[in-house]
């Protein structure tokens, strides 16, 4: 394998590509945003980053969606733009998000929407609490609803969880946090941008 193809530009998509580049790879990194990870950083920082992946020889096709796999025998070997493009590859990652997999919990009672919803203290009924990528919480500093998607977040709200259990009364008010390591450059993200710094 020597051609990869990334979908989706945001931290995870960034983050494989910069890493597969630096392992030699042939590395094309597409998406429907304008530049990388600018959903999260903003578009200033967010062209920064997407001068960074150019220098290091990644071919970026941005503000274009994926609309279908190519293969042979049962193997990929490309992607289809909507700008008509192929982009040869022996390997497709995909990252572009995540929705929650509550379908099993159907008829359970509690409470889904963009996951499973929570109080502040995780707890989706009495005696029922849910963490990480499926749990959407009440944070009582920011006054409404999150769901995150980062180990970081699964192992703090856990460590709330157990606290609860075991009969405190703590709220899970983390900041939002994320970071990456993209070539030599590492990003650290605390909050959430403003509407207007975006």
Known sequence: MNKLVVIGEGVLGAEVAATACGM?????????????????????????????????????????????????????????????????????MVATGSRPATGRLDGS???????????????????VYAVGDMASWHHEGLGRRLRLENRTNAVEQAQIVAANILGEDRPYVPIPYFWTDQYDVKIQAHGFLTPKLR
């Open 109 to 127: 009672g509690l409470a889904i929407g963009d996951g499973v919803e929570c109080d502040s203290r995780c707890r989706a009924a009495p005696d």
């Open 24 to 92: 030699g790879l042939d590395v094309t990194l597409a998406g429907l945003g304008h530049a990388v990870m600018a959903d999260q950083l903003g578009g200033s920082v967010g062209t920064t980053l997407t001068s960074l992946h150019a220098r290091h020889g990644v071919r970026l096709r941005l503000g274009v969606a994926a609309e279908a796999l190519a293969g042979d025998d049962g193997r990929v070997t490309g992607v289809r733009l909507a700008s008509g493009e192929s982009l040869p590859a022996d390997a497709v």
